[in-house]
């Protein structure tokens, strides 16, 4: 080997001894977390709050998602539950919101909450009841436009949960078009994988009909059918969600930040689906 390829053989050696690290880093900064949304533990959620999060980040997860009771909390239990995310490791990016929430005054409660656990995004569950035509539908996306007005000067972001209603055509057209159409493109669209399956649409092409609005997803597997191992009670992977085609649309197109897995309920205990849900999640992408 002559002195000069020796040279660029030590240099090229070095070059990727310090840039193998950063992009390493770079590569865990950019990808999407996998979270959980914490219905799927909620009763032991219910009995002992503390115990339960410090379990689910023992199995792996890097992030949870509180849902509605948690906009009960006085501020200084709030200051106690961000104090165990970060001692556990874990972030809480989101909340999962009812409608009554998106009004001025219980806005400014969400907001305070959130801030105070590191969540970003605010999300509304549902629309709530009575919201069956499409001018009702127009009235939710209005209260979503002002939510956005109103959360991006802190740096923060409302968003919008589906179910199968959402994907259930009104007059020809859905509510989640409505939805998609007449707010602003802040207005994060949070999509339940599973429900928009179970009402027989297309989930990877709605992803990319919303570039960059898919920011979290909720990952619920379905399979049609009666029984306990059928609909919503299947495990990630076991239904007919195509996962591997959602989550390349998802991360190419969708601007994708976190998943959460949801379960509503399995033939095993809920600690051990959650598990279970986490070791295929990972597998699918080995």
């Not at 880093?25 to 115990?51: H, N, Y």
């Not at 199995?59 to 009771?69: D, K, L, M, N, R």
């Not at 919008?160 to 009104?170: A, D, G, L, R």
């Not at 049609?224 to 085609?245: A, C, N, Q, R």
């Amino acid at each position: 080997m002559s002195y000069v390829q020796s040279s660029l053989s030590r240099r090229s050696f070095l070059a990727a001894a310090v840039t193998t690290p950063f992009v390493a880093a770079l590569s865990a900064a950019t990808r999407p977390m996998v979270g959980l949304e914490l219905f799927s533990v909620r009763q032991d959620l219910a009995r002992d709050l503390f115990g339960t999060v410090r379990t689910v980040a023992k199995t792996g997860y890097e992030a949870v998602e509180f849902f509605s009771p948690y906009y009960q909390w006085e501020p200084s239990y709030a200051r106690q539950v961000r104090q165990l995310l970060d001692d556990v490791g874990m972030k809480a990016p989101s909340t999962h919101n009812s409608a009554d929430v998106f009004t001025p005054e219980g806005l400014k409660k969400a907001i305070d909450l959130n801030v105070t656990l590191g969540s970003t995004l605010i999300v509304m569950a549902s629309a709530g009841r009575g919201v069956t035509t499409l001018d009702d539908w127009k009235r939710v996306a209005d209260r979503l436009a002002a939510a956005a007005e109103t959360l991006r000067p802190l740096g923060m972001a409302a968003g919008f949960h589906n179910h199968q209603t959402e994907f259930t055509p009104i007059q020809g057209t859905r509510p989640i078009d409505v939805l998609a159409k007449q707010t602003p493109r802040d207005v994060v669209l949070q999509f339940d994988v599973g429900t928009c399956v179970d009402a027989g649409q297309d989930p990877v092409a709605w992803i990319k009909a919303n570039p960059g609005r898919i920011k979290s997803l909720h990952c619920k597997d379905w399979a049609p059918g009666e029984g306990p191992d059928k609909g919503y009670h299947v495990l990630t992977g076991e239904g007919v969600v195509p996962w591997k085609e959602i989550r390349a649309a998802a991360e190419a197109v969708g601007g994708v930040e976190t998943y959460l897995i949801e379960q509503e309920g399995s033939r095993f205990t809920p600690f051990e689906t959650i598990e279970k849900c986490l070791a295929t999640w990972k597998g699918m992408a080995s």
